[in-house]
């Protein structure tokens, strides 16, 4: 009775959906407009849940600010990766932002920890 079958099941999915996240970061370290794409989904994923950090500074927002910089530096290989990387991150993360999709997927729950925070 301690783990039941709904845990076990939520976190197989989960489990499911970290790997396919960590071989799309783990292909980012390459080289081509296909390793841009996949290391501009984890930044612009991050950048798109810290954007308000300058309206409403949580802590949580800054560390994802903070990560964003973090995996833009480490990510590509070279110079020219960069440049490869800038125009994805920047359509992906518009795309996050006009599509409320962060909020769809997580519901408002950040809403509810930043005001928690803030409060």
């Known amino acids: 009775g301690f783990f039941t079958k709904s845990l076990f099941l939520s976190w197989s999915i989960f489990a499911l959906f970290s790997s396919i996240g960590a071989y799309i970061v783990w292909y980012a370290r390459g080289n081509g407009w296909i390793a841009a794409l996949c290391g501009a989904l984890p930044i612009a994923f991050l950048l798109a849940e810290g954007h308000s950090f300058y309206y409403y500074p949580a ?32 359509f992906v993360f518009i795309m996050l ?5 962060i909020t769809i997927v997580f519901g408002n729950m950040w809403y509810y920890v930043r005001n928690i925070l803030l409060s």
Do not use: M, R, Y
């Not at 600010?65 to 800038?86: E, G, S």
């Not at 932002?97 to 999709?101: A, C, I, K, M």
């Open 59 to 90: 802590v949580t927002q800054g560390f994802d600010l903070f990560f964003a910089l973090i995996l833009f530096v480490i990510l590509p290989t070279n110079k020219l990766q960069h440049l490869h990387l800038i125009p994805f991150v920047a």
């Open 97 to 101: 932002l006009q599509s409320h999709l």
